[in-house]
């Protein structure tokens, strides 16, 4: 997303049909004649991934893509990566309830938990909403915990 150029500058940069964008985020319309670095973080989060969904990427990298916006249009969002015929990478603190639970992916969704650079989880991420919901056992010492403290908690 390109701060000084307009809404429409910055689609039309993506795609000559700007449908799509409006399909997926209705209050981009109305935003057309605005310079993009004056949005809200949420309104700015719409159109960057407006563009990806424009472009037809097949590897989508996003970061937090929902920070910012209603809960009503972050589950849209979700929906939208979820949808999208490409690989998307997502990063998040928290995993997203439409991931966790798969009501918004086609297809499994695979999750790599990081703790301090390492990862400590990778498998769908059913599995680990159900590790999450084991009881944790107690650190013997000189032992690792079987299941790894969650910093959310």
Do not use: I, K, W
Request: include cysteine.
């Amino acid at each position: 997303m390109f701060g000084s150029l307009t809404v429409r500058e910055n689609l039309e940069l993506a795609a000559p049909a700007h449908a799509p964008a409006f399909e997926a985020y209705p209050r981009l319309e109305a935003l057309l004649p605005r310079r993009a670095g004056t949005l809200s973080g949420g309104e700015q989060r719409m159109l960057a991934l407006a563009r990806a969904l424009l472009t037809r990427a097949r590897v989508l990298l996003v970061d937090e893509p929902t920070q910012g916006m209603s809960p009503t249009v972050a589950a849209r969002t979700y929906a939208l990566l979820a949808g999208l015929d490409a690989c998307v990478v997502v990063a998040e603190q928290r995993l997203p309830p439409a991931l966790r639970d798969g009501t918004a992916a086609h297809a499994p969704v695979l999750a790599y938990e990081l703790r301090r650079g390492a990862v400590v989880f990778s498998g769908e991420a059913a599995e680990r909403t159900l590790d999450q919901a084991a009881p944790r056992t107690p650190p013997q010492p000189g032992r690792r915990p079987s299941n790894p403290p969650n910093p959310s908690e």
